[in-house]
Structure formats: C-alpha cells, structure tokens
C-alpha cells in the first residue's frame, strides 16, 4: 500500500445526544502514517470524533473506514484500531512487562511467548523503559505509567492509533519530553495516529496536519505552519500563537486597510514593529510588560484596544512608554471573521 | 494589610524533615510565590504562616508581632484552597455573604461589603443568580470573592487554580493579579507551575525538600540562578545544562572545548579540575557554522513564531529556541553560538553557581 491511502476517513459523519450536536458533518482523511492532531476546546466534539473512529459509539449519519474498510456497523473489536486514553488505565496488580504483554495474550491473537517477549522488550526500548520491565505499575512515576500506557497500545500493530490528550495528566517537563519522544516513536515507525487534545503547542509540535474543531465542525484542516500563517478565519487565527493574534479593529489603524471589506487586523508579534521614535503610523502606549522569563508580553494600549505582543530583548521598552506601531504584513478579515487574501485582491 | 516573616523555622514531622530552616520575609502588599515540586515543603510552610500547623523550631511575625503559638483563627489571614468549594443550593449573593454572616455583622453592613466586593470582581450582574449555572471563570470569581470579603490582612493560596485547564489558567492569573493591583493585600501564593509563578509573583522563592534554594525577582531567578536546580526548573523548555570536566581559576573569560573554546561571563573564583555544568537558555543559543560547539540536529518543533530545536552535542542535549524562519533539518550538523554575557556555571557536584561577572552584575548590556 502507498502512502496516499487513507488509513481512517470519515465522510460527513454525524452524532447527536439528545439536543448536542456533538459531531456535525465532519469529514477526514489520515493518511497512512501521518500524525493527524484535532485540537479544540472541551467540548468540541474532539473525543466523540475519537470514539466515533473506535467504534465506541454509532454514528447517526455518514460513514466511517479503516485501512479501506468501512466499519461503521463493526464492533470496536473488530476495528484494528489501539486507543490510549488520558488516564493511564493500567494494571496496578501487574508488571510492566505483563501490563504490555496484555494486548499480545488476548484469545483473539494466540502468539506465541517468545514473539511477545521479542515485541514487548522492543517497544520498552523504545519507549526508554526497559530497565523498568519487572516493576509493578504502582511503583513507577506518572510519566513512566504514561509510557506504559502509550507502549500498550504500540505493541500491537494496528491501522492507526487513536489518543485522547495522552499527556494532559502529566506536570509541564514531562509533557514536553513525551512531546519529542512520541513524535519521534511515529516518525521512526511510520506509525498512524489521530491525536486529540486542547494544548496548542502538542497540536504544532506534533502534528504533520492540524484539524482545528470547534462546536462539533471541523474548520481547518492544514500543516501546522499553513494554518498559523494562513488561518481560514479570526477564530482558528486566536486557536494557534503565543501570546494570541491581536484582532484589531481596522478603524484604529487609520489608513493600514488594504481593501474596503477589511474589518478587523489580525496582528501577530512578527507583525507588529514598535519604534519609540516618533514615527509615523498610530501611536500606543505600554501598559504593562509580563515577565515570563523566555517570552516577555509587552501590553499595550492603543486608544483604549489592548495588544500583547513579544518583547524584543533589544529594544528595552518602560512601563508608560509612547511607541508607534507599523505592521508589516498582517492578516485580514472581513466583517464576518473570514480571512480575506489580499494577494488574491 | 501586613508582613509576614519567618526566622528559621522548621517543621518535622516523625522522622521526616518537612520544612528546614526557613527565613524568608514578605514585603507588605506583595505577591509572593512559593515554587517548587510536590513535597518540597511549600504548602507545610504556608499552613504554619496561616496557623494550621505549628513550628517545631523558629519564629512566624505578623507585623513584627510574634504569632507563633497563635491560633489560626486570631491572625486575621484568609486561606484560600483550590477555588471551587462553594455551596450549589445557594446564590451567589449567599455565598459570598457567608463569612460575613459568621461573625455576625449587622445585614446592612454584609449588603455593602457584598457588593463593594462584587464590583472589584465585575460580578455585580451575577449576584442573584444560582451557582449551579455559572461557567467555570464565574465560579472561581464567586469562589474568590467569598475569600477577599472578609477583607483579611492576608491571602494564602494553595494552588488555587491547579485544578484547571492551561489556557483557562492563563486567564485567571491575569485576573489574580490584576485584582491584587487593585487591593494590594499581601499575598503568598503557592504553586508548581513555574509559568504562573513568573506571570504573577513581585518575588519568588524556589523550595526544594524543606529549604529554599533562592529567592527573587522573578527576573532574578530566570537570568541568575543560583543552583542547578533553579536553573533546571525554571523556563519552558529550561536552561540547558552542558556537561564539562575542567578547572577553573579566577579571572577565567573562557572555557576549553575539543576543537575551541567558549567564551564565558569573567569568572570571579577558583576551582580544581571537576564536573561543571555550563549553563544556557534556549533563547540564547544560536545557530553559527563556524562556532566550535557542534551537534546533530535531534528534532524541530514549530511554535508559530518560534521553533524549539533539540541539538544533540557531545557534551549533553541543547534545545534552542529559534526564529520559525530559520531552516533546520532534522539530522543535519550545526554549530551552535551561545550569548555569552547570559552563561552560568555551575559546581555539577553541589549544584551551586560559580561567582562570576554575571552574578555580581558587571557584564550586562
């Protein structure tokens, strides 16, 4: 099989409860090995999706396939898919090696011990537990358990990978290595994986494409880069960027408006030039400079709409400063939040 | 309004040291941020501030009164916990009027410190509806207005908002901070999480099992740490620690490499041949082809703006964070510039910072 064949795809796919439209008409196609991320609020509509896939619920509307097979009507069983949940969901009265055997000695599989001691020792390699392999569960810290976790699912070779925000219950440091590590895992075995979660930065560190999901729709689906650089709208502009896109009314910038139909500027710290000298353009003040350590947010103040944007370390600017902003190539919307392209003017 | 301060105070607890030799000092009106990972005796060190659990040795000051033995209940200081314990079959009015209505203040009195309170947390508009329906950021307002009613001399926070979500998280320091700006009550506020600790608090002190490793600025504590362990737990991703095996000796401004030398800020004392730890933030790493530090290109992760560029060297892993328009490829060799006048050193054995121009502020701009 290439690598154009769709490992999961959804057409128009559906589900209500009750009066939610938790999943509205989605269609998407992951491809084979490609790390799909959705990223969306709580309660976008992101698990369901997830679910959906598993076979763990049933679809009012539309179809569902894996590996080329349509499985809307089959038993999650019956789907090759491996999910791993955001919590560990281990065996805490086994050990680490019986906890990633356990998918291998289902009935349904009857390989053989020394195969599954051969997949088990290598997916431990792979995940840097395999000095951990004779520990029971309750004994290792929560990143180790997530590896667990994670390595449960990777012993088996199924068509694609399903995880609901894997690394959302483990402290800052640990989510950071994981990060690297898991992309690393699905690189080195072309492994397939729809991936979900709320943290932007999993869906831009992770992701070949993000799916950006909101009230049950899909919005975007693009490259990490094309969807920052080339948001379809204001609301997938604010999804992605640290601090968020400045949406400003395109009145206060006087005369940087391209195109009549332009209604808001969608200015990203690389969009927006600060200078303390009086140049021209329209002028703000600083309100307030944040301190993070490796990302200083300089706030300001421009006649009463408030923008952040990063500090330059070499531009030292005070609390009360008068600066004037240039923007240099920002983002356009229309009246309805639609980006507009004004190459395309 | 007050200040608290603490001379060496310990607290043990059987054989366990939980607290040691603490002394610190919170200025009135401050935010102050106790950071540090779970069991380092941050949260047993705010309990003894609040009253909840005595010292086994040392003093607490409240306003230069000594409150040591003083039970929780006479130090006029209000103790916050994760926000959302409010009580569902009551109005919002109801429940920020609670503690009020405890000590027995005349209805006239609640009415107008209810409302005094609901207008600095712009909740004015809520006062009468049920707690049940509110959003998540209307509870912790609820939640919190029912803790600065009292109006305390006062606030401890224990983690206040650990039970939220990152970007909901965000929002509400904001807000915290902002409402401290606004009443300017002394504030010790306790957490884990070394982003809200540097977006919020005027001084931080870093805790690590039962002392404190450093107080600060939070500027102070990103650009000049003291100890290995400061270094390695502030920033996101944190300072890169390289390893190396040298001697130094005062007067030093650079370190020998295989193949070159890297320049460091003048370094002010001796040491025999050990392992040190060279220390650099992600932001001061670059990418140079002739420096003489190299390494394999490990990963990329794009940021938007940024990237986060893991480089595996000889002497440890390098994470470098760089311009999203700088190209890279993974598996590629690079060089890697660091910023010189921003490098720490550390004893890699003890942990702690070797005196140099960095640190005594002579080789800054």
Redesign the interface.
């Given at each position: 099989m290439g690598r154009a064949v769709a490992e999961v795809a959804l057409v128009e796919v559906s589900k209500r409860f009750g009066a939610i439209e938790a999943v509205r008409a989605l269609s998407l196609a992951v491809a084979d090995g490609e790390f799909v991320v959705l990223l969306g609020?709580?309660g976008a509509g992101k698990t369901t999706t997830l679910r959906l896939i598993a076979g763990l619920e049933r679809p009012d509307r539309g179809s569902v396939c894996i590996a080329g097979r349509e499985v809307s009507d089959a038993p999650p069983a019956a789907r090759d898919v491996a999910f791993v949940f955001q919590q560990y969901s281990l065996y805490p009265h086994l050990s680490v090696y019986d906890n990633l055997a356990f998918p291998l000695r289902s009935p349904a599989r009857r390989l053989a011990e020394d195969v599954i001691r051969r997949r088990v020792q290598q997916v431990a390699e792979l995940l840097h537990i395999e000095h951990k392999l004779g520990n029971r569960t309750t004994a290792l810290s929560g990143g180790e358990m997530q590896r667990v976790a994670i390595g449960r699912a990777l012993v088996r070779e199924p068509a694609v990978y399903l995880m609901d925000e894997p690394l959302?219950s483990l402290?800052?440091?640990l989510r950071?290595e994981l990060?690297?590590e898991l992309?690393?895992i699905q690189v080195e075995l072309g492994t397939t994986i729809l991936y979900v979660t709320?943290?932007q930065?999993e869906a831009?560190?992770m992701a070949d494409r993000i799916g950006v999901i909101d009230a049950g729709q899909l919005l975007q689906l693009d490259t990490?880069?094309a969807i920052?650089e080339r948001p379809l709208n204001a609301y997938v502009a604010r999804r992605?960027?640290?601090p968020a896109i400045n949406l400003i009314p395109a009145e206060l910038l006087g005369g940087a408006s391209p195109a009549p139909q332009v209604h808001t500027i969608g200015a990203?710290?690389?969009h927006l030039r600060i200078s303390t000298a009086h140049a021209a353009g329209p002028v703000a003040q600083v309100h307030w400079i944040?301190?993070?350590?490796?990302q200083n947010h300089v706030h300001i103040d421009l006649a009463g709409h408030p923008l952040v944007t990063?500090a330059d370390?070499n531009q030292p600017l005070k609390v009360g400063d008068r600066v004037s902003l240039e923007l240099a190539d920002p983002l356009y919307f229309d009246k309805s939040g639609n980006r507009i392209d004004v190459a395309g003017l | 309004m007050a200040e608290i301060r603490l001379e060496t105070v310990s607290k043990t607890f059987g054989a366990l040291a939980a607290v040691k030799d603490v002394t610190l000092k919170v200025d009135d009106g401050r935010f102050f941020v106790m950071l540090g990972p779970s069991g380092c005796g941050k949260t047993t060190t705010l309990r003894m501030m609040a009253g909840l659990e005595l010292p086994t040795a040392g003093r607490i000051l409240l306003d230069g009164e000594d409150v040591t033995t003083q039970r929780a209940a006479a130090r006029d200081i209000a103790f916050v916990f994760q926000l959302f314990a409010l009580y569902p079959h009551m109005n919002v009015r109801h429940n920020i009027a609670f503690p009020l209505r405890c000590q027995n203040l005349p209805r006239p009195e609640v009415r107008r410190r209810v409302e005094e309170t609901a207008r600095l947390l712009r909740i004015e508009a809520l006062l009468d509806r049920r707690v049940g329906g509110l959003s998540g950021g209307d509870r912790q307002r609820v939640a919190l207005g029912r803790a600065i009613v009292r109006r305390p001399k006062a606030f401890l926070m224990d983690e206040p908002l650990g039970a939220l979500d990152a970007e909901f998280r965000r929002l509400m320091c904001g807000e915290l901070r902002e409402l401290h700006d606004r009443i300017r009550a002394t504030t010790v506020y306790i957490t884990h999480d070394q982003l809200e600790a540097m977006a919020m608090a005027d001084r931080i002190a870093i805790m690590k099992a039962g002392m404190v490793e450093q107080i600060g600025t939070p500027q102070e504590i990103y650009d000049r740490p003291r100890t290995m362990f400061v270094a390695d737990f502030i920033g996101a991703p944190p300072m890169n620690l390289l390893n190396l095996e040298t001697a130094v000796h005062r007067g030093d401004r650079r370190l020998a490499l295989d193949g070159g030398a890297i320049e460091v800020p003048e370094i002010q004392e001796d040491r025999p041949a050990g392992p040190l730890a060279l220390g650099v933030r992600p932001e001061h790493v670059s990418l140079a082809d002739a420096a003489a530090l190299r390494g394999r290109v490990f990963g990329t992760e794009y940021l938007g703006t940024m990237q986060i560029v893991t480089i595996v060297t000889a002497y440890g892993q390098v994470k470098a964070r760089l311009s999203s328009k700088t190209a890279v490829q993974r598996g590629e060799t690079v060089g890697l510039a660091l910023q010189r006048d921003r490098l720490c050193l550390f004893d890699a054995v003890t942990g702690r910072a070797l005196q140099s121009a960095l640190y005594n502020g002579a080789c800054r701009g």
């Open positions: 609020p709580t959302s402290d800052a440091k950071a990060r690297l992309k690393r709320h943290d930065i831009m560190t990490p880069r920052y992605l960027g640290m990203r710290t690389e944040e301190h993070l350590g490796d990063l370390p | -």
